[in-house]
């Protein structure tokens, strides 16, 4: 790059600073990309075909066959690193259902923990499966 020269109109080339380093980079006017390093899973989000005891607890999540409503767009692209619980909020927020509802998040009809990475889950419990990764969503039953 150019530089002027202090005093005057005249430019000289800089090939670093006056130390001998070589000149640094620009910065990006753009953050840095977080997680760049994770690969995509395609997840598959539908709602649990069975229902508890014969029968759903709530019916802002059930349409008028008392099926659980399903999701306009059911397959995502996920991160592999993105955690059940980022899962969960967008059903809720898809479904427009209350935070306090508390929704199960299921793989092969096993209920998944809130820290459980999409990684993790792909491992251990849909180890030989093709994809999409298959989850279900359901309305934790009353105990």
Not at 51 to 73: F, P, W
Request: with cysteine; charged share 30%; aromatic share 4%.
């Amino acid at each position: 790059y150019q530089r002027r020269v202090r005093g005057g109109s005249d430019t000289e080339e800089c090939n670093g600073d006056t130390n001998g380093n070589p000149p640094r980079r620009a910065r990006s006017p753009l953050p840095p990309l977080h997680n760049t390093s994770d690969y995509i899973v395609p997840v598959q989000v539908d709602p649990h075909k069975a229902t508890v005891n014969g029968n759903s607890s709530d019916s802002e999540m059930e349409d008028k066959n008392g099926a659980l409503k399903e999701l306009s767009k059911p397959i995502l692209g996920c991160p592999a690193r993105c955690p059940i619980r980022v899962i969960k909020k967008f059903v809720q927020t898809k479904l427009n259902v209350r935070d306090e509802l508390d929704l199960d998040i299921l793989c092969n009809d096993e209920i998944l923990g809130k820290d459980h990475t999409l990684e993790f889950i792909k491992m251990t419990r849909w180890r030989t499966k093709d994809l999409p990764l298959v989850l279900t969503y359901r309305v934790r039953p009353d105990i």
